[in-house]
């Protein structure tokens, strides 16, 4: 079974702050890190797809990390804000499965 | 128009009820997925269509029939359904299959079986 875990599972900070989350995932056969923002009552939104061990990507005041030779990947937000509050979801697709695994999430509220 | 849409928001069926989902996108993608996702647990697949073609069926019971009528299209049929059905149901669509391409979600069908 394939373990995708997310942390922490929920975080609550002040608007303004910078905050970070970790996605772990199995360090064997990697093919690809995927990162979604989930707001409420909307869709799932793609921030980054990553694949090499290395890659870091930006997007805004979003950025992302990825090591898979330790099996994790962090998301970072810069200077959060209020329409920063959603669920982040990542997903680990290895070349043992054919399918995205996606781990529970971390739940962000900002606060203004 | 980078938009998956889905209808209906919101579905309440019965356990004899036949009812359908449907899913559209207008982007060019040449894979199509639906997703499971109960309360506080991580979406699972449930169904892969590849250039039209049903390529992944992560063991789902009949009660759950996928189609692909077309390149933009996808339903999901559903008849006899138990209540541990209820759950949201995601639909996605992507470039093509494989984990290097992103994916992108409609808003989800919220489904109560009574």
Redesign the interface.
């Known amino acids: 079974i394939l373990n995708?875990e997310q942390s922490p599972q929920s975080l609550h900070v002040q608007e303004g702050d910078s905050t970070n989350f970790t996605c772990s995932f199995p360090s064997s056969n990697f093919?690809?890190l995927?990162w979604?923002r989930w707001e409420t009552?909307?869709?799932?939104?793609?921030l980054f797809?990553m694949?090499l061990n290395g890659d870091e990507k930006k997007k805004g005041r979003i950025s992302a990390t990825l090591n898979t030779k330790e099996g994790y990947s962090y998301l970072y937000i810069k200077g959060s804000q209020p329409e920063d509050s959603a669920t982040y979801?990542c997903a680990f697709?290895g070349g043992a499965t054919?399918?995205?695994?996606?781990?529970?999430?971390t739940l962000l509220a900002v606060q203004p | 128009d980078t938009e998956?849409t889905q209808t209906p928001k919101h579905l309440v069926m019965g356990m004899t009820n036949k009812k359908s989902l449907k899913c559209e996108q207008h982007m060019g993608h040449r894979a199509m997925y639906w997703y499971k996702q109960k309360a506080?647990?991580?979406?699972?697949?449930m169904f892969?269509y590849s250039y039209e073609k049903l390529s992944?069926n992560?063991s789902v019971p009949s009660r759950f029939s996928p189609e692909c009528p077309n390149s933009s299209l996808l339903n999901l049929h559903l008849h006899a359904l138990q209540p541990e059905d209820s759950a949201l149901y995601?639909c996605a669509s992507s470039q093509a299959r494989?984990?290097?391409?992103?994916?992108?979600?409609?808003?989800?069908t919220r489904l109560t079986v009574t």
Do not use: C, M, R, W
């Not at chain 1, 009552?41 to 793609?46: G, H, I, N, T, V």
């Not at chain 1, 054919?98 to 999430?105: Q, S, V, Y």
């Not at chain 2, 992103?102 to 808003?107: A, D, I, L, V």
């Open positions: 995708v093919y690809a995927h979604y009552a909307k869709s799932p939104e793609a797809v694949t979801l697709k054919n399918k995205l695994i996606f781990g529970t999430g | 998956v506080k647990k991580p979406p699972e697949l892969v992944i992560e995601l494989g984990g290097y391409y992103e994916q992108y979600f409609g808003p989800g």
